[in-house]
């Protein structure tokens, strides 16, 4: 406005979007270590168990867009 050229993002915004993209990384790998801590349902091999908490992380991962 007076001459002074600021760069497209830079504000006090900036950092809270900075910190967004953190927590929209973390969430996934959160999801499957909670999900992967759970004990398997009954008549569910461990190993079906652990997939399935990889598959969670995997679909909220994508779902967040983190990169």
């Not at 406005?1 to 790998?29: C, D, F, N, T, Y």
Request: charged residues 10%; hydrophobic residues 55%.
């Amino acid at each position: 406005m007076w001459g002074l050229a600021l760069e497209p993002g830079a504000g006090p915004q900036s950092g809270l979007r900075a910190q967004m993209k953190h927590w929209k990384a973390i969430l996934p790998i959160g999801v499957a270590v909670v999900l992967g801590l759970i004990p398997a349902p009954d008549g569910l091999p461990p190993h079906a168990w652990w997939y399935f908490a990889i598959f969670a992380g995997v679909i909220a991962g994508l779902v967040l867009e983190p990169l």
